[in-house]
């Protein structure tokens, strides 16, 4: 898998500098704004998560098909809107589940082959030459191919793997439903600190820096890193909320004092 990720760091090179920029700076300054203050728009966050999962989902799961990813889309958004709380459950535990596999899927992960082969040396020698157009196309056969390795990597994992990840998930499910509060303010900045990290990835591509070989590395600092940033955000998040709370009772309560006296004469 390590091999995967370097090819596609020294195909990147070679990409379009508005497909590495763009969408660079669009996942950091909003994996910035979920990360520290994701919680004041919960309602607008939740459907654009639900929207992004359901996309995901639909694409790589259900079926490679621009159809099923608009619809899983729409389902999924709707969903996280209207049923917020069963929501967050879901992402709790999907969250943890995804932990978990990469956890106990690290063995595996390395074993994986090709599933569809990537003509590296075509992309090689286009590195410089690369346009807006094909840059994208490289790229989706990039995710596509990273697809295929997943599902290749789940079907050589024992099931009692799987039995432990699905016991993660439903324990996570019920923290998410008892603790809906920090489960909320815990993916909040679990996702804001995962775009970030991406952001900076995709920055740092452009600029040439092979950030994927420094992470690769550096797992442990990295993942100390990523760590930290959560538990700052869930903590920061968690007291804004706190403190909201507390000025909107204060203020219910002066208007409340204010109609006393009215309600008298």
Same mark, same amino acid.
């Given at each position: 898998?390590?091999?995967? /990720?370097q090819n596609f760091e020294q195909a990147a090179a %070679? /990409? &379009?500098?508005?497909v590495l920029i763009?969408? %660079?700076l669009l996942a950091l300054i909003v %994996?910035?704004?979920?990360?520290l203050g994701g919680l004041g728009f919960r309602r607008t966050l939740f &459907?654009?998560? %639900? &929207?992004?999962?359901?996309?995901?989902c639909g694409f790589f799961i259900i079926s490679r098909s621009i159809i099923s990813a608009a619809v899983s889309t729409g389902l999924t958004a709707l969903i996280a809107i209207i049923f917020q709380k069963v929501f967050i459950a879901i992402l709790t535990a999907a969250l943890a589940a995804i932990l978990g596999f990469v956890l106990l899927a690290r063995p595996y992960l390395n074993e994986a082959s090709e599933a569809a082969p990537i003509d590296q040396d075509k992309i090689s020698h286009q590195s410089s030459t690369l346009s807006v157009s094909e840059?994208?196309?490289a790229a989706k056969t990039y995710a596509v191919d990273f697809g295929n390795r997943i599902r290749q990597t789940c079907s050589q994992m024992p099931a009692?793997?799987? &039995?432990?990840?699905a016991v993660l998930a439903i324990i996570f499910i019920i923290v998410g439903f008892l603790l809906w509060r920090l489960a909320s303010a815990l993916c909040c900045s679990a996702l804001g600190t995962t775009l970030v990290f991406m952001g900076m990835i995709l920055l740092l591509l452009y600029k040439g820096s092979a950030p994927i070989s420094k992470i690769y590395?550096?797992?442990s600092f990295c993942a100390i890193v990523f760590t930290a940033m959560t538990a700052f955000g869930t903590i920061e998040q968690l007291l804004l909320w706190h403190h909201a709370e507390r000025r909107t009772i204060m203020e219910k309560q002066t208007e409340e004092d204010k109609d006393e006296p009215e309600q008298k004469t």
């Open positions: 898998m390590l091999e995967f /990720f %070679g /990409f &379009a500098p508005v763009v969408p %660079g %994996g910035l704004f979920i990360w &459907a654009l998560v %639900g &929207a992004i999962s359901g996309a995901i840059s994208i196309e009692y793997n799987w &039995a432990i990840i590395n550096r797992t």
